[in-house]
């Protein structure tokens, strides 16, 4: 029986590499992937080429396989001796003392806040914190950065906090510290923040008026002598925070005054005083008014050339300082 020869074609698209597929008629191959289409030559030499050109392209895409890995191979040698001689620089810099990577490394440990405190300033609830450097001759202390919070709005009491950020080559421990807030001014709202020279400075002044207010009576003939005690304080608060005067302090006395038949004449005196408030060194500030009331001495006797000031009764004495305290509130 006779062996026919049969031919084997290489159906890939030249292309794009992918499997070539003949056509119906078995003349020429089409590339499903990128549509490339080639005739099929039934003859051997130009198999031959086809073959050859495979083989060729092939042998091609080797060499250049071959020479990028090459390059890479070179690049990364490159990257790994840079790599080797920054860290041969970078330890020795460490060794040397006093080098930047020295101090890196071994940074130097140091409390900042030996030099360090806050000074507050203000009104309480309107205070104001601020940095106090003591010794500026460390060899930190130009390059070291300071926050503190919160620094407004502080009263008496509160806390706030100091961090401190260290340069290069030092080390803070600690790195933050909390500071009390004290020493602001606080508004009198009480009276019994009022004692000791503070209290014996507010009756010094409303005595000395009263003295003076009732002197051409006490020295006439009208009357044979004078006595004043203290009879009570009256604190009115404003209601509002934007208000002219933030308080009003009423010092009240009873006065005593013997006419010349004997009798006696009560009458009760008001001093007012306005915007109390005790600062840090612990010294009341106030504005000092002048003696309130009205004149009531031609209606007992007097001319008004010896007249005074008060009221013969202490309920309306207080009903009288709370009419004129309207937008106030009597604290005590």
Known sequence: MEQKNTKTLSLVCPSCGGRMELSADGE??????????MFIDTDDSAQQEYERRIAMARAEEDIKDLQRNRQRKRRLRGWLIAFCVIAGI????????GSPMHELAFPRATDPFTAVS????????EGRAELQISNRNTEYADNAKFEVTPDTGLSNGDAVT????A????????????????????????????????????????ERLIREDWEDIVASSFAQGMTYTPYRMYLFISDENNSYEHNVLYDTYEVKVTREDGSVLTS?????????????DGILTAGYGSL??????????????????????AAEMEADLRHVRDGYHLAD
């Open 28 to 37: 020429k191959a089409v590339c499903p992937y990128c549509g490339h289409e």
């Open 90 to 97: 970078c330890l020795i810099n460490v060794a040397i003392p």
């Open 118 to 125: 806050v000074k507050f300033s203000g009104m309480s609830g």
């Open 162 to 165: 100091v961090k401190a950020q």
């Open 167 to 206: 340069p290069l080559g030092w080390r803070f421990d600690p790195s933050e510290k909390q500071f009390m807030v004290e020493g602001l001014t606080v508004w009198v709202t009480s009276t019994d923040q009022l004692s000791g020279d503070n209290l014996d400075k507010i009756h010094a002044n409303t």
């Open 268 to 280: 009760y005196e008001a001093c007012r005083y306005t915007d109390l408030k005790i600062p840090a």
């Open 292 to 313: 309130q009331g009205f004149n009531f001495g031609y209606n007992h006797g007097f001319s008004y050339a010896q007249s005074f000031s008060g009221w013969t009764d």
